[in-house]
């Protein structure tokens, strides 16, 4: 069965330091997403990214992220200067449709940041 | 603007017994539901989803779960739990409004012997 694939599993970083979080969604998926878990909270929608652009943010989402899909395969989230509050678990997404259909969902990377 | 509710952080059973999982959501537009499980360390895995067509979904491993559009609810259930159902369950709706989905604060479920 095809999988979304997430790398790395775990990122210890540094505060202030850069992070990239890196995704292989489904190969004939056409909508991408990246959700985040803070410990015993709920998961919260970051972003989705459709044709090559943003589509929709939260207000997570701010100046500090960034997503890019650098080569057609590769879906990354960027985080330009860590903070402690980012320490989470990061999910990526993907769907071959809209999100009526449900996606799948990556195995997660877990980032904690000293 | 949508929500979910499910309305018990932690649920016991003993191995055999039947499954309950409740969950609540508001929507303002026909929603679309799902259930997801999280094994510890693992990844979301969708169980089953509700699309506007049968109410009584069938999921995998034996869950399934019924839409009732009269109480706003869509709650999981399973005949006799298994030791390996032991995990975090997600009750979640999507908005055809929008490409985002909103999650319930997750549901831990807890088999005992």
């Known amino acids: 069965e095809p999988e979304v694939t997430q790398t790395p599993s775990h990122q210890v970083t540094q505060m202030g330091q850069e992070v990239i979080l890196r995704c292989v969604p489904i190969?004939?998926?056409?909508?991408f997403y990246w959700y985040r878990q803070i410990l015993g909270q709920k998961v919260e929608f970051l972003v989705s990214f459709y044709n090559n652009e943003i589509s929709e943010k939260s207000e997570i989402f701010d100046d500090q992220f960034s997503v890019e899909r650098p080569d057609g395969s590769n879906f990354t989230l960027k985080i330009r200067s860590t903070k402690l509050e980012d320490s989470a678990m990061y999910f990526c997404?993907?769907?071959?449709?809209?999100?009526?259909?449900?996606?799948?969902f990556g195995s997660g990377t877990r980032l904690t940041v000293v | 603007a949508q929500s979910v509710t499910q309305l018990d952080s932690h649920v016991s059973v003993s191995e055999g017994t039947p499954v309950l999982l409740r969950c609540n959501y508001s929507s303002s537009y026909s929603p679309s539901l799902f259930w997801y499980v999280q094994h510890p360390n693992k990844g979301l895995q969708l169980l089953l989803k509700y699309t506007s067509a049968a109410t009584l979904v069938k999921g995998i491993n034996g869950f399934e779960a019924e839409f009732k559009k009269s109480e706003t609810s869509f709650h999981l259930t399973k005949p006799s739990a298994h030791m390996s159902d032991a995990a975090e369950y997600f009750c979640v709706v999507s908005d055809p409004r929008y490409s985002t989905l909103t999650f319930g604060k997750g549901t831990m479920l807890l088999v005992s012997p």
């Open positions: 997404a993907s769907s071959e449709r809209d999100s009526s259909y449900g996606y799948t």
């Open positions: 190969s004939n998926h056409l909508y």
